[in-house]
């Protein structure tokens, strides 16, 4: 949306969206026969009100690369940016207990006794959860069981919430205040949820473009970075430009990441 345009309706967005989502779908490799349940989700984040036309006219202008890494959709109606992800290891109720989703968020029954919402996830070397998971047994549960909100056949469609950037934030330049790393510290970002190391180096992840940090988020690597740079910007627009195609970016899109909820609504 530029300056002086209005922006496209709801109904227009939800009709593009949902093309997505089964564009989305259709593209997914899985293990066990189409007919099995199968979970997808998406996390947001939020572009705020003045940043929208800087952000919306940087996104088409590289909107061939972006779709490229094929897990994005830009909501102008909304001002989001939505990341597509399967539901990883996702823990949900059938009958009296709980069953586990594969790595590919699929299940090998057809169907499940229950409302097919999300409760949480088990505890690995991998994923450890932050504040605002409630973590008992082994178990991460979320702050709030995530129903889906659409069904595409047996594919269950949901949303995960607002990922906070500013929950990452560190002093790429050194001349900003430094945000506690530590694990000890209050946080519901990714070096919090992975035992005090950054996605890129639980995963292996490394996308390069910038130089390699590990004791912070990489998620300002991303595919943009001729226009955004490397330091943190001024801009928050630029600031949510980096994040598509960083090592975090990646790792969000390999379901590591959905129970990092900033906020459900």
Request: hydrophobic share 30%.
């Amino acid at each position: 949306m530029l300056a002086g345009r209005p922006g496209p309706s709801h109904e227009v967005v939800r009709r593009e969206l949902h093309t997505y989502e089964e564009g989305f779908i259709n593209s997914r490799s899985y293990k066990h026969p189409n007919a099995t349940v199968k979970l997808i989700g998406c996390k947001k984040i939020k572009i705020p009100e003045a940043d929208v036309d800087e952000f919306a006219e940087a996104w088409h202008a590289n909107s061939e690369v972006m779709k490229r890494l094929e897990r994005h959709f830009y909501d102008a109606a909304s001002q989001e940016l939505r990341i597509y992800f399967p539901v990883e290891n996702a823990l949900v109720e059938h009958g009296s207990h709980m069953i586990e989703a594969n790595e590919l968020g699929e299940f090998e029954i057809d169907r499940l006794d229950g409302d097919y919402a999300v409760v949480g996830r088990y505890q690995t070397d991998h994923v450890r959860g932050v504040d605002g998971n409630i973590i008992k047994d082994g178990v991460i549960y979320l702050s709030e069981r995530v129903l889906p909100h659409r069904r595409v056949g047996n594919v269950f469609v949901y949303d995960f919430g607002y990922k906070d950037l500013h929950d990452h934030d560190d002093d790429h330049d050194h001349g900003l205040e430094k945000r506690c790393e530590n694990v000890e510290c209050p946080s519901k970002g990714c070096v919090k949820n992975h035992g005090g190391v950054n996605c890129s180096k639980k995963f292996g992840i490394s996308k390069g473009r910038c130089a390699m940090r590990k004791d912070v988020c990489m998620d300002f690597n991303g595919v943009a970075v001729h226009i955004t740079g490397c330091s943190r910007p001024t801009s928050k627009a630029k600031r949510i430009l980096q994040f598509p195609g960083s090592d975090c970016d990646y790792a969000v899109g390999a379901g590591h990441c959905y129970n990092e909820v900033a906020a459900f609504h």
